[in-house]
């Protein structure tokens, strides 16, 4: 009879607040923590709770397309709606993330992804690889943005990619001090919080839940999430 009860309460709870279940792809970094924290605002001002499901990158867009297991993905870069139309980009930046090249060796010229050209470059794997395909880099593929520093730190890889901030946490987190950040960035690009299309109705009140949050901060729109 307790047991009874206690479902009983839960599936109230649950159809009195339902649950958007949200695909990221690297877990709780610099980056999604901060995007987390903007979007769990946003969904309990319009009456959800958030649950964050980490998955691998490729995993996590592709669960996020097909909306069955989850309903939407924290963030990307760029438009992904080409190759998930059923996605649907939520048109207000969470993040401004600088893309920044890491390496030993402070003499190398950053000028866009040809200049990149002579290195052997260290990708995350699920990262889009294609400005660096179309300038014919020479890439390895790890799995996640801490490997390319250590393929870096091995002599492995010459250069890797990854957020300003993230990079620079990652390489005093593990000691790394010998790589470091180039100039200027390889690209300055916003980040949007993406929905499975049976939830586009959702869009228009997170978009001004959105607003409001970083009108709270007295922030502009990503102005202080440069990573």
């Known amino acids: 009879m307790r047991w009874l009860l206690l ?3 839960i599936s109230c709870m649950s159809e ?3 649950t958007m279940r949200i695909a990221t792809f690297h877990g709780y970094n610099n980056h999604n923590v901060i ?23 490729k995993r996590s867009l592709a669960a996020a397309a097909r909306g069955d297991i989850v309903d939407s993905e924290l963030y990307r870069l760029g438009d992904v709606t080409t190759e998930h139309p059923t996605l649907v980009r939520v048109p207000y930046p969470l993040l401004k993330i600088e893309m ?13 992804w040809g200049s990149l050209r002579p290195y052997k470059v260290a990708f995350m794997r699920g990262f889009s690889t294609k400005p660096a395909n179309d300038a014919g880099l020479d890439m390895m593929q ?15 890889a010459d250069l890797t990619i990854a957020g300003l901030v993230f990079g620079k946490n990652i390489t005093n987190r593990l000691g790394l001090h010998n790589i470091k950040p180039l100039s200027p960035p390889l ?4 980040a949007f919080h993406y929905v499975n299309e049976k939830h586009k109705h959702l869009i228009p009140a997170l978009v001004d839940a959105l607003r409001k949050t970083d009108a709270n901060s007295l922030s502009e729109p990503g102005s202080s999430l440069a990573f």
């Open 7 to 9: 479902l009983t309460l």
């Open 16 to 18: 009195a607040q339902p």
């Open 35 to 57: 995007a987390i924290e903007k979007l769990r605002a946003a969904y309990t001002a319009i009456g959800f709770h958030m649950l964050i499901v980490p998955m691998p990158a």
């Open 100 to 112: 920044t090249v890491f390496s030993k060796d402070q003499n190398v010229r950053v000028d866009g």
């Open 142 to 156: 790890v799995t996640t943005v801490a490997s390319g520093f250590k393929m870096v730190q091995a002599g492995r």
């Open 187 to 190: 690209t300055v690009n916003w």
